[in-house]
């Protein structure tokens, strides 16, 4: 990944940091024993860094709407709230070399009232698909683990799949643009919408050229301004 590529601070240390991006990721509706524990670091907002483990009974899976994070470290117990972490990395025992980042962030879900384009915002722990120059995409689950590898679990409802938000240079947050159970035509015409500004590129994802899952590609060709 080029360090000189649009990253927003929320997100830049997951894109430095994170090993490799959703695409090598598992994708499934799975339970995690309730005895597992990842290695857990986090640094907080006010440049705290806190090493423990978290998981264990009830908790091995991490929603992506937890408010609150229970780490347990060599003083003890501690309860963080979501909002003051920066970000967080998971690893499983004897696998540190694939390190996860989560990220807490805003996002806009869009929706229209009385014709007119409004939106609401959220946040959720979110993981990086894929950055651009000027264009990144984001996505959540229902809940996050690690299997036994150390490779990133997304646990999806089957009437929801996995979610997915694009931030272009400039904007203040992801936007929801589409789900991975979306048909590809709603998907290309979210893409005619959302990234009018690159003609050429809408039109390879019209034309079919480019998958409108291809997030690589769209991410790594949007180039805002190109009639």
């Known amino acids: 990944?080029?360090?000189?590529?649009?990253?927003?601070?929320?997100?830049?240390?997951?894109a430095v940091c994170c090993l490799f991006l959703l695409g090598s990721c598992q994708v499934a509706e799975v339970v995690i024993a309730g005895t597992t524990y990842y290695d857990t670091e986090?640094?907080?907002?006010?440049n705290r860094l806190i090493t423990g483990r978290i998981g264990g009974q009830r908790s091995?899976?991490?929603?992506?709407?937890?408010?609150t994070i229970s780490i347990k470290t060599d003083e003890g117990r501690m309860k963080i709230k979501s909002e003051t972490i920066e970000y967080m990395k998971l690893a499983r025992k004897g696998h540190p070399e694939k390190q996860q980042m989560l990220v807490y962030m805003d996002f806009k879900m869009p929706y229209k009232k009385k014709?007119?384009?409004?939106?609401?915002t959220f946040k959720r722990w979110q993981v990086l698909d894929n950055a651009g120059d000027h264009l990144l995409i984001t996505?959540?689950?229902h809940s996050y683990s690690l299997s036994k590898d150390g490779a990133l679990v997304i646990t999806y409802s089957s009437d929801e799949g996995i979610q997915y938000c694009i931030q272009r240079r400039g904007d203040d947050c992801p936007i929801l643009i589409g789900r991975s159970i979306s048909g590809r035509s709603f998907m290309r015409k979210q893409w005619?919408?959302?990234?009018?500004?690159?003609?050429?590129?809408?039109k390879k994802i019209a034309d079919k050229e480019i998958?409108?899952?291809d997030f690589k590609s769209?991410?790594?060709?949007y180039t805002p301004g190109r009639k």
Not at 1 to 14: D, G, Y
Not at 42 to 46: A, C, E, G, L
């Open 115 to 120: 014709g007119v384009q409004k939106y609401r």
């Open 42 to 46: 986090i640094k907080t907002n006010d």
């Open 139 to 141: 996505a959540y689950g």
């Open 192 to 202: 005619q919408a959302y990234l009018e500004d690159d003609a050429v590129l809408c």
């Open 218 to 221: 769209i991410t790594e060709q």
């Open 1 to 14: 990944m080029k360090h000189q590529r649009f990253l927003p601070a929320a997100i830049a240390a997951m």
């Open 211 to 213: 998958d409108a899952f």
């Open 60 to 67: 091995s899976n991490l929603p992506s709407g937890s408010k």
